[in-house]
């Protein structure tokens, strides 16, 4: 009804609590306020001075009440939220202008890939989360609150998303020019899939069966392609740019920007600063028709 990046529509541990706090407050402050306006509207037709116990009540036990109970409350959800859960499954997201690199089970398998996190529903999470140039934010609406990404820092997030389902996220604290195209996907399965979707990612990139892909993936070396970028099995250890390993089955270009198709990567690669002004990648108006047709068929068939 709202949406997949909405915070009313939580369907994770931290969201939901949020959004508890939120109608409590609302609630709660209504009732202040209207309770307010009644002394005011009193105050006013009787025409008389206030006494003491009101300014004492009102103007300073009552707010130094409500903000006690507010500031508990609130505190209590983030502690739970950063709290590292030994049973978790971490997973480290790094911000980068303007991109998310994404390691899955650090100390174990140590799956990279990037721009769209996908996630177990039931299970607790914990993102350490950092940042490799400036301040990201990393924010799921629907999952949990926001946490900062800190150049140096490791900030951690535990969350439990619970029911499986397509979300998105969004990069929440300015950036840089492309902040805003800043987002990425969030793919939450039921677990036994999750277990199953990290086999299966794991090994090396789909083998370019057909000879047009043969080529794209040549094109691919010869303009260094992999100085910035990883293929597993074809060319390690480009960390400037995101994993394409399994570029052709995600979602959405760019971090959560465009549909992921043939005709959107071809534009990327031709022209990245028309479709992301300050991306830091080179644009590469320079290769010819059948080469930019052959990588980007390339990069489409590696799911
Ligand atoms: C100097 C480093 C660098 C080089 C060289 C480079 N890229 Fe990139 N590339 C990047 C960065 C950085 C991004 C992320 C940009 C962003 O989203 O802000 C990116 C993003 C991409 C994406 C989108 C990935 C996604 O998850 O949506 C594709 C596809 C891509 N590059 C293909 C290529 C191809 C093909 C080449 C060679 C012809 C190439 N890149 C050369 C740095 C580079
Ligand atoms: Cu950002």
Known sequence: MYGSQSALNPVGLGADL???????????????FVGVMGIVWLAWRRDRPAGRWW???GGIVLPIAAILVLMTASTAILVASTRADDRALVIDVTGHQFWWDIVYDPGGIALRDANELVLPAGRAVTLRLRSNDVIHSFW??????????IPGRVNTLTIRPDTPGRYRGQ?????GLSH???????????PDDFDRWLVETQGEARDAAKPELLDGKQVFIDYGCAACHEIRGVA???????????????AALGAGMWRMNQGNLAGWIADVGDMKPGAQMPSYNHL???ELRAVSAYLASLK
């Open 18 to 32: 949020t959004l508890d706090l939120t109608v409590a407050m609302t609630i709660g402050f209504g009732i202040v």
């Open 288 to 290: 010819s028709g059948p």
């Open 171 to 175: 990069c929440a604290e300015f950036c």
């Open 55 to 57: 300014v004492w009540s």
């Open 140 to 149: 799921v609406p629907s999952i949990s609150g926001k946490m900062d990404m």
């Open 180 to 190: 805003p195209r800043m987002a990425f996907e969030v793919v939450v399965l039921a």
């Open 236 to 250: 390690e250890g480009g960390r400037l740019g995101p994993d394409l390993t399994r570029v052709g089955g995600r």
